[in-house]
């Protein structure tokens, strides 16, 4: 048992240098991730801002949570392109032939999302902080919004990998993850929900993005998470379990 285990995770490191090497010999990955939501970001507080932050404080601060999650819900889409091509490449069966760890390889791709979308995610932040963002919030407090994103990543990933397993066109691969970018609008990330019609204020309320981004909001700035945290990571947590379960069985069927 002991001996599969490191097994396990010195193929999965095998295959997570072999994803990471080709993100770091095409960066357009990572460039293409980055760029969308700074783009956003410079839209929303150049332009828009002064009517969407009325009220808001420094709107900066209270957009950077929605444009996190933006920015990995556009990256995970690459996740899916990537594991679209080694099915349909035949690689993942030269796998099979080989003596590695089963999933090792969908592990290896699920890490190097993980790590290149934390990447991305540091350059947000680099540039935000040139636009003025700022956060009074201490180590712990950083250390959980890491967290919870790096949950998000994960959940979002193994819903990436369903796709990427059973889509039948590169397309179908990445369009997935359309709804999940633009998911953010509809929520607290960029305007309060009290702006909201009734309907979509409902809606808004109700769904993942808006407990995720509270509760991150409330984290950077010192201020009391409530109830927001446990929903925010009831959501996070029941995704990942219910896809992983059906990437999985996907995986397997496609092994078989």
Same mark, same amino acid.
């Not at 953010?184 to 990330?189: E, M, V």
């Given at each position: ?102 999933? =090792?390889? &969908? ?5 190097? #999302?993980?790590?290149?979308? $934390? ?5 947000? @932040? /680099? +540039? ?89 909001? =409330?984290? &950077? ?5 409530? #109830?927001?945290?446990?929903? $925010? ?5 029941? @995704? /990942? +379990? ?15």
């Amino acid at each position: 048992m002991e001996a599969t285990r490191n097994y396990f995770f010195s193929d999965v490191g095998v295959m997570l240098g072999r994803s990471m090497r080709h993100i770091f010999r095409s960066m357009d990955t990572i460039i293409t991730v980055t760029l969308t939501p700074i783009a956003m970001m410079l839209l929303f507080v150049y332009v828009f801002g002064g009517a969407l932050g009325a009220g808001t404080g420094n709107y900066v601060n209270y957009m950077m949570p929605g444009i996190w999650l933006m920015a990995i819900a556009s990256g995970i889409a690459y996740t899916s392109y990537r594991l679209f091509v080694d099915v349909r490449g035949g690689v993942f069966e030269r796998f099979h032939s080989m003596p590695i760890s089963g999933s =090792a390889a &969908l592990w290896g791709h699920v890490f190097t #999302s993980l790590v290149s979308n $934390a990447i991305s995610l540091l350059v947000i @932040i /680099l +540039v935000a902080l040139l636009m003025g963002f700022r956060s009074s919030a201490g180590m712990l407090n950083w250390l959980a919004v890491a967290g919870i994103l790096a949950l998000f990543t994960l959940s979002l990933t193994w819903v990436a990998v369903i796709a990427g397993l059973k889509a039948q066109s590169v397309d179908g691969a990445g369009a997935f993850a359309y709804p999940l970018i633009f998911l953010p609008f509809i929520s607290s990330a960029f305007v309060p929900t009290d702006s909201m019609p009734a309907a979509v204020r409902v809606f808004a309320e109700n769904q993942p993005v808006t407990a995720i981004v509270d509760t991150i909001r =409330a984290l &950077l700035s010192e201020q009391p998470v409530g #109830s927001d945290i446990w929903i $925010a990571l009831a959501w996070c947590l029941g @995704i /990942l +379990v219910v896809a992983y379960f059906f990437a999985m069985r996907a995986y397997r069927r496609r092994a078989a």
